[in-house]
């Protein structure tokens, strides 16, 4: 028994072609039918048919409310044009504003991009000014620290002269001067 | 002030979509009216028990909950009975496609022959399909709306498509005849 192409095509294959045709299929689907309908007639007729269906469907107007409804809404709940204050107008534009969620995320871009943009052009800081007391104060630490050091240098220099040199290296030389004037002179 | 003007920012965003769901649900356009200002009346009712982002999800699945009771109410049997058809395969096979290339590509598929043929859709496959082709809710959204699992709007959705190219395709043989 000859079996019809249109058997072999599984529900899973079927179930493809109809989100490809639909326009909600991932990538891999939609490029997989698109060949395959290259080769499969069927695969290709399917589609087309569920595709000519679909965009009926997405384009469907939708119909306007009847107008009576309107009114009717206006006598229960008490808004009537005449009602809405410039308050209420106000706030019915920051409401359709901010009604779509994309605007949101665009102004929190945008704040984003601000901040980080400061970050990075900011310009570096100018150097710290000192005040004239500090510059006094500095001035006088400096000198204490060089007075500190001169009287280092000084008792330094007093010790060397008058402890080493005088009795160290002084007597030393004395003493061997007096021995080679013995060993020279023999007396 | 601030509650009537998120009552009205609300009702003109959203009542088209209400109103077109209950057309849908319902298949006429006095319980389609009825509905849709029972669900404006009950927004206006409960404007500050719901959050301004959570109103439209609010507002359709109240429209939804409407539609059901009415169709109960009223008993009325809009909807048919009719098993889906699970397999698209016996029904492709049954024609001659070979024989005819865009056999339905040639037919002329109007505006209302749609509507009708998504009317007569069973009720637990056209509310996920209305919502989801028609109002452009997500499949999320649709979930909570109509207080199912995510996959078998999923599921509902594709029996939908299917259930409607059939009836299409029925419709279209008949004019050929």
């Given at each position: 028994m000859q079996m019809k192409e249109s058997n072999k095509l599984d529900n899973k294959l079927i179930n493809k072609i109809i989100k490809v045709a639909y326009g909600d299929a991932d990538i891999f689907s939609w490029v997989y039918i698109r060949l395959k309908s290259l080769t499969n007639k069927e695969v290709k007729l399917i589609l087309e048919e569920y595709r000519q269906t679909a965009n009926v469907v997405h384009k469907l107007k939708q119909e306007d409310i009847p107008e009576h409804i309107n009114e009717r809404i206006k006598s229960v709940t008490g808004i009537t044009d005449k009602s809405e204050s410039l308050f209420a107008s106000f706030s019915y534009r920051i409401f359709s504003f901010f009604g779509s969620k994309a605007i949101p995320a665009a102004v929190i871009g945008i704040l984003i991009i601000v901040i980080v943009s400061i970050f990075i052009f900011k310009e570096p800081?100018?150097?710290?000014?000192?005040?004239?007391?500090?510059?006094?104060?500095?001035?006088r630490q400096f000198q204490k620290s060089l007075a500190i050091v001169g009287s280092a240098f000084q008792k330094a220099e007093k010790r060397f002269s008058d402890e080493i040199l005088k009795n160290q290296i002084n007597k030393n030389l004395n003493r061997g001067y007096y021995l080679v004037n013995n060993i020279l002179i023999g007396g | 002030m601030i509650i009537t003007a998120k009552f009205d920012y609300l009702v003109k965003q959203h009542k088209k979509k209400i109103y077109n769901y209950a057309l849908y649900m319902m298949k006429n356009q006095m319980d389609a009216e009825d509905v849709t200002q029972e669900v404006l009346i009950r927004t206006w009712q409960n404007i500050n028990k719901f959050n301004f982002y959570a109103a439209k999800g609010w507002m359709m699945r109240t429209t939804h909950n409407l539609c059901i009771d009415y169709l109960r109410k009223h008993k009325k049997k809009n909807y048919s009975e009719v098993e889906l058809v699970e397999d698209y395969r016996t029904e492709i096979a049954d024609q001659d496609l070979e024989s005819n290339p865009?056999?339905?590509?040639?037919?002329?598929?109007?505006?209302?022959?749609?509507?009708?043929?998504?009317?007569?859709?069973?009720?637990?496959?056209?509310?996920?399909?209305?919502?989801?082709?028609?109002?452009?809710?997500?499949?999320?959204?649709?979930?909570?709306?109509?207080?199912?699992?995510?996959?078998?709007?999923r599921v509902n959705i594709l029996r939908a498509r299917k259930q409607l190219q059939k009836e299409l395709k029925n419709y279209a043989d008949e004019r050929i005849k």
């Open positions: 800081s100018p150097p710290h000014k000192y005040s004239k007391a500090e510059i006094e104060l500095a001035q | 865009g056999k339905m590509a040639d037919k002329i598929i109007t505006d209302e022959t749609i509507k009708s043929a998504i009317e007569n859709l069973p009720e637990k496959i056209k509310s996920p399909f209305v919502l989801y082709e028609l109002q452009e809710f997500k499949y999320k959204e649709i979930s909570k709306i109509l207080d199912i699992p995510l996959n078998t709007v």
